[in-house]
């Protein structure tokens, strides 16, 4: 008996201990039960009434009959006002647990180490925080219903074996049959639920970071290598589901055949007691009760009207949902041309641009300047002045609302996506890292490239040395939103991309932020070598940068208030040698303190 209880104990051990969050709904799940219980006792009742009601009727016995319709009629009542409560108390319980384990997981999940929850992912929190609560919330009073229908019906069951101990018998086995069938179906799907749910937390994952990491996708044009690996794990998942679903059919039909067989049974011994015990003349009772089966079908005949109703509605509704991504308005759009790009790109020309973000303050206000290949050009100014933005126009996330932009004398926006985001590369200060293998992130950037060209790409940013003193080298996993990298190293692997990638323009922005000194220097120094065969625009947190560049631009509030070399301007702009030596100051400053 110990050893029974033992083993008992050990069923189900994570559905039990959540107990404690059902204590608080202690009063309304007893409510529920009875409720339940009282209802599905009431509605067991209706069958037997009915048939008092037709017998009288073939009687015609009408007094009585009337009798038993009211009586009919009141037990429907109340049956429905006792499952109208009990619904009260199943939406109140259940949705009272969603919100408490919602709220408890959000809570844990902030407690939780910081490697663990990188290390997992958001697709495995996201699936817990929604899909396993919801679920879970209604698990108990749901095995409560059934518990409670199950012993209705046994003691309906021993009541029909009491009148008559055959029909009862019939009951009783096909009791048996479902329930076994019930049970194969379930241990079945249980498995395949498992498989499903660790698929859908992988395509959960990937979206969290397709969507997160989009300026990464579309600064190095990777849109289909991600959409690839997209439908790689959706495609995972939707074989589990359609096994699933094919699975569930099929069992659905072999039930709903033993069910049938079970009524046809029923029928053909009630009938047969019946002649016996009342003979032939009740065979009209018999033909009453078979045409009494066909009420469901007109009943949801009329059902079925509302249900096409419903389906328009919700499939409407869905449509739209849909189609607010799908047909989203050509103005929210990524808009390019269909030019493809002559030869090199050998000069970027802005001509008066103008460019605000919400129609009503202008960012940039009338920014002209022109480019020519084999340079270094900086961008200085304050914060906000409009730097960082003059890079966005450029890689096309925004489109000018005034002026012109110009490549090689081409408008900007005749261009195709492809001329733009192959030889335009953004190089991100916050560069997303995808959770996979640092190997897998360099080559996000241009998937066929080999890993000898990964290495070399790696070594040019600084960071092959390092990738090899890590425990798995360029195996290793870095986490969500590389978590486990530092931010310098984030960095480099950025850097390490746009050079795989090997675009003609490079755009730095801030992207050296926050290196080291040494790293810092060896960068600047790897720009200079860039510019041998590409243009590089850089933006930079410490200005030393500028004074290599062959042009600096010098930005206040969305002008150019002055440009040139290092050392001119220098000489003639007030303002950019107050930036110039307050940076350095602040940059000896932090010097110090380190
Ligand atoms: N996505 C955006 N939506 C709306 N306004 C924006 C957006 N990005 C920038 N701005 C605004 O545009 C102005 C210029 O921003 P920008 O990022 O170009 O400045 P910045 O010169 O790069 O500054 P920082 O040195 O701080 O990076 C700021 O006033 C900023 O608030
Ligand atoms: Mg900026």
Not at 85 to 93: M, P
Not at 454 to 475: P, Q, W
Request: charged content about 25%; glycine content about 6%.
């Amino acid at each position: 008996m110990a050893k029974i209880k033992k083993q008992s104990k050990q069923k189900y051990p994570n559905l039990k201990s959540l107990r404690r969050f059902y204590s608080e709904y202690k009063f309304k799940i007893v409510g529920f039960i009875l409720l339940t219980a009282v209802a599905s006792s009431l509605a067991l009742s209706f069958p037997y009434v009915s048939s008092k009601i037709i017998l009288n009727l073939t009687e015609k016995k009408w007094d009585t009959m009337v009798i038993f319709a009211v009586v009919l009629f009141g037990l429907i009542a109340l049956e429905n006002v006792a499952g109208h409560f009990s619904d009260v108390y199943y939406t109140k319980t259940t949705n009272g647990l969603f919100f408490s384990f919602r709220k408890s997981l959000a809570y844990k999940i902030i407690d939780l180490r910081l490697s663990s929850v990188y290390d997992k992912g958001s697709g495995f929190y996201l699936e817990r925080l929604n899909e396993d609560s919801k679920e879970a919330s209604v698990v108990f009073l749901d095995i409560s219903k059934a518990i409670v229908t199950l012993i209705v019906n046994l003691a309906f069951i021993f009541y029909i074996s009491v009148l008559n101990w055959v029909l009862g018998l019939i009951f009783l086995a096909g009791l048996a049959v479902i329930i076994f069938l019930e049970y194969l179906r379930v241990s079945k799907l249980l498995f395949n639920k498992k498989q499903s749910k660790r698929a859908v937390e992988k395509v959960k994952a990937l979206e969290s970071e397709l969507l997160k990491g989009i300026k990464e996708v579309k600064g190095l044009n990777a849109k289909d290598a991600i959409v690839e690996k997209h439908s790689q794990v959706s495609k995972g998942h939707i074989d589990i589901k359609i096994r699933r679903e094919r699975y569930e059919k099929r069992m659905q039909r072999i039930i709903d055949i033993t069910k049938g067989a079970l009524d046809l049974t029923l029928l053909l011994v009630a009938g047969l007691f019946l002649l016996k015990s009342f003979g032939i003349w009740h065979v009209e009772i018999l033909a009453v009760l078979v045409i009494y089966q066909y009420k469901g079908s007109i009943y949801e005949l009329v059902a079925g009207l509302a249900k096409i109703k419903n389906h328009y509605v919700n499939g409407e509704l869905a449509a739209k949902r849909l189609n607010d991504v799908l047909k989203a308005a050509a103005e929210e759009t990524d808009m390019f041309g269909t030019e493809t790009l002559e030869g090199n790109v050998e000069s970027i020309e802005f001509k008066k641009v103008v460019f605000s973000y919400n129609e009503k303050t202008p960012v940039l206000k009338d920014i002209s300047f022109k480019v020519q290949k084999n340079s270094l050009v900086g961008f200085v100014g304050k914060s906000g002045s409009g730097k960082s933005t003059i890079f966005s126009l450029l890689t096309n996330f925004y489109k000018i609302s005034g002026g012109q932009i110009l490549i090689n004398d081409v408008d900007f926006y005749s261009l195709s996506e492809k001329a733009v985001r192959e030889t335009i590369t953004p190089v991100l200060q916050d560069p997303y890292i995808f959770n996979d293998t640092i190997l897998n992130n360099v080559k996000f950037a241009k998937f066929d490239a080999t890993n000898e060209d990964v290495f070399d790409a790696c070594r040019a940013a600084r960071l092959h040395d390092e990738i090899l003193s890590m425990k798995e080298g360029y195996d290793t996993v870095v986490g969500e939103s590389g978590a486990n990298l530092s931010g310098g190293q984030k960095q480099r692997l950025e850097i390490s991309r746009v050079i795989l990638k090997g675009p003609e323009v490079v755009l730095f922005d801030e992207a050296t932020s926050a290196l080291d000194k040494d790293n810092l220097l060896q960068i600047n120094a790897l720009m200079k070598e860039l510019k041998k065969n590409k243009t590089v625009f850089v933006i930079a947190h410490r200005l030393g940068i500028m004074r290599e560049c062959d042009t600096v631009f010098v930005l206040d509030g969305g002008k150019i208030i002055a440009s040139g070399k290092h050392e001119d301007l220098m000489q003639t702009c007030e303002y950019y040698k107050e930036l110039f030596k307050r940076n350095k100051s602040n940059e000896e400053q932090a010097n110090r303190n380190v």
